[in-house]
């Protein structure tokens, strides 16, 4: 069969899209989603993304990582979106369905703004914070990410007994000024790092909240693949809980193109 795909990228985080909205029954198996995500021998990506129809939404953000697990993933729901506006399911605003429940996302040209969902609590692990902003984050401030190999940093904490059965995506931060960060990350799913993570960067912002005691959230993030900025508000009469989580930054179509599987 010929499948008929659309390469994103955003920040770096880079992803196949399959426009599955005249084809409400299709999948793809396990094997078939780590072929396509191999950078050597298929059309390589971070993760697969399949777009349906939704009966009261603009669309369904169906995200596999490369090894064909399932999460929520924040760079891929921006770029969903910027594929769902090309696709003409939405005008400026989207409301769609993902795993993690429904998202509000707006496009200004090449720039994705998603709300996503509340996060009302975080637990700490030693000096590290445990937060689960549609995926699950592992957030450890260092003082120069320039000095940490995050692979192997990342592979400790994900494979270690209290996380393996699970998994847990690993950010390593270094705080640069004020309300600007620098991170890295080892994602679960690919295991590997990856050049962003945006349920990443937003676990990282809230952290920064946390260890700061900051209410009103506006932080630049620098990864690997460019900036994110994420925007959220902290709750002054519940401190643990975070609303109006906004995560903004680039989106860009790469190519477009035909694989046989
Ligand atoms: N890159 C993503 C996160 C993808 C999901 C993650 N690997 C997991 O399995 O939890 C993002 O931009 O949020």
């Given amino acids: 069969m010929t499948l008929s795909f659309t390469k994103y990228q955003g920040t770096g985080n880079d992803f196949i899209m399959v426009d599955c909205t005249q084809n409400s029954e299709f999948q793809l198996a396990k094997e078939q989603i780590s072929a396509l995500c191999d950078r050597r021998f298929g059309i390589g990506a971070d993760g697969v993304i399949l777009i349906f129809k939704h009966e ?92 940490e190999n995050i692979v192997e940093y990342g592979q400790n904490i994900r494979y270690s007994n209290k996380y393996k059965k699970e998994g847990i995506n690993v950010n390593l931060v270094e705080v640069l000024e004020d309300n600007h960060l620098e991170m890295l990350t080892y994602e679960r799913g690919v295991e590997d790092e990856t050049f962003s993570c945006g349920t990443g960067a937003t676990a990282v912002a809230l952290a920064y909240a946390l260890v700061l005691d900051y209410y009103d959230i506006d932080v630049r993030i620098q990864v690997k693949g460019g900036e994110l900025n994420v925007k959220a508000e902290r709750m002054e009469d519940a401190p643990t809980t975070f609303d109006s989580i906004f995560l903004i930054g680039p989106a860009e179509k790469v190519f477009v193109g035909q694989i046989e599987i």
């Fill in 56 to 147: 009261k939404l603009d669309f369904i953000m169906d995200y596999y990582n490369s090894d064909g697990s399932k999460s929520f993933c924040g760079n891929g729901a921006r770029c969903a979106v910027h594929f769902a506006h090309s696709l003409k399911l939405f005008n400026d605003t989207a409301q769609f369905e993902a795993i993690d429940g429904l998202h509000l996302a707006a496009v200004n040209q090449d720039i994705v703004s998603l709300k996503m969902n509340k996060v009302d609590h975080f637990e700490k692990d030693d000096t590290a914070f445990i937060l689960d902003t549609g995926s699950p984050h592992y957030v450890k401030f260092v003082a120069d990410v320039d000095h």
